[in-house]
T-cell receptor, first 110, second 111 residues
Framework: DQQVKQNSPSLSVQEGRISILNCDYTNSMFDYFLWYKKYPAEGPTFLISISSIKDKNEDGRFTVFLNKSAKHLSLHIVPSQPGDSAVYFCAASTGNQFYFGTGTSLTVIP | NAGVMQNPRHLVRRRGQEARLRCSPMKGHSHVYWYRQLPEEGLKFMVYLQKENIIDESGMPKERFSAEFPKEGPSILRIQQVVRGDSAAYFC?????????FGQGTRLTVV
């Protein structure tokens, strides 16, 4: 049973535009959420996180939004750059166990 | 503070041999996860372990695959009698309360 879902396997965006990656979860006990970025032949690297007591966290071009009532998490990248092309994973934690989505492949077109 | 260390980075095995993949978690992390990425696919959960305990192995194939995380030493993912379909990248992650980090992965090739 997949508790963290990324329903879009891929996304293409023009350079300079906004990229929006989405993630849904089912467990209301999750209290911490994270996004990871993965390039080919490398392990996923941590990108940005948010606690369940917040609804927004921003770090440069990256902003994560949390909608607890909808159990929905999104990552906004603006402006998108070709170097952002990668697979993005969301993750959620109960404070004990982490659960990861299966990833969305983002392609930023120059 | 070294990150999550996986070794070897690349492993070649002939069909029928055993593959052992090692994962040393970050210092202070007592939770380890193993994921597999098949070609052209996303990360698939395999197993979640704490020290000396398997907590969730719902993603592990029923046969030939096993995992352990002993009190001392790295976590080991063991694949017995490998077949071509086991060729994949295997990633481990370790976590503490609000952080989880991945290793660089082991790329297993079965020839």
């Amino acid at each position: 049973d997949q508790q963290v879902k990324q329903n879009s396997p891929s996304l293409s965006v023009q350079e300079g535009r906004i990229s929006i990656l989405n993630c849904d979860y089912t467990n209301s006990m999750f209290d911490y959420f994270l996004w990871y970025k993965k390039y080919p032949a490398e392990g996923p690297t941590f990108l940005i996180s948010i606690s369940s007591i917040k609804d927004k966290n921003e770090d440069g071009r990256f902003t994560v939004f949390l909608n607890k009532s909808a159990k929905h998490l999104s990552l906004h990248i603006v402006p998108s750059q070709p170097g952002d092309s990668a697979v993005y994973f969301c993750a959620a934690s109960t404070g004990n166990q982490f659960y990861f989505g299966t990833g969305t492949s983002l392609t930023v077109i120059p | 503070n070294a990150g999550v260390m996986q070794n070897p980075r690349h492993l070649v095995r002939r069909r029928g041999q055993e593959a052992r993949l090692r994962c040393s978690p970050m210092k202070g992390h007592s939770h380890v996860y193993w994921y597999r990425q098949l070609p052209e696919e996303g990360l698939k959960f395999m197993v979640y372990l704490q020290k000396e305990n398997i907590i969730d192995e719902s993603g592990m194939p029923k046969e030939r695959f096993s995992a352990e995380f002993p009190k001392e030493g790295p976590s080991i993912l063991r694949i017995q009698q490998v077949v071509r379909g086991d060729s994949a990248a295997y990633f481990c992650a370790s976590s503490a309360r609000t952080e989880a980090f991945f290793g660089q992965g082991t790329r297993l090739t079965v020839v």
